[in-house]
């Protein structure tokens, strides 16, 4: 069973940090790339972040180049965000994804797994 499990979302205020984990069973983790995406309010959920199966490759969405580094333990089957000199536009709820096949969640591919998805909230 597949299971994804993120954490360390919350409160924070602009100019903040905020690091988010997620921490992945029942796959070989190691093999597969892993994204995070983000759901803001009245916004298409869309790819914030990825990172190939060995690490060695990564790609970020132009609002967060800069701001944002995702990284992975394969040893800990765990991806991390690292989300610096937050804006109150990444307030969303963020997703833990393993498969990346798409930029907007709407259009991932079967095959692709999703966290539950966790909260951010960047106050002004």
């Known amino acids: 069973q597949v299971q994804l499990v993120e954490s360390g979302g919350g409160l924070v205020q602009a100019g903040g940090s905020l690091r988010l984990s997620c921490t992945a069973s029942g796959f070989t983790f190691s093999s597969w790339a892993m994204g995070w995406y983000r759901q803001a309010p009245g916004k298409k959920c869309q790819l914030v972040a990825s990172i190939s199966g060995p690490g060695t490759a990564t790609n970020y969405a132009d609002s967060v180049k800069g701001r944002v580094t995702i990284s992975r333990d394969n040893t800990k089957n765990t991806v991390y965000l690292q989300m610096n000199n937050l804006e109150p536009e990444d307030t969303a709820v963020y997703y833990c994804?393993?498969?990346?096949?798409?930029?907007?969640?709407?259009?991932?591919?079967?095959?692709?797994?999703w966290g539950q998805g966790i909260q951010v909230t960047v106050s002004s």
């Open positions: 994804n393993a498969g990346v096949s798409s930029y907007y969640c709407s259009d991932s591919q079967k095959y692709d797994y």
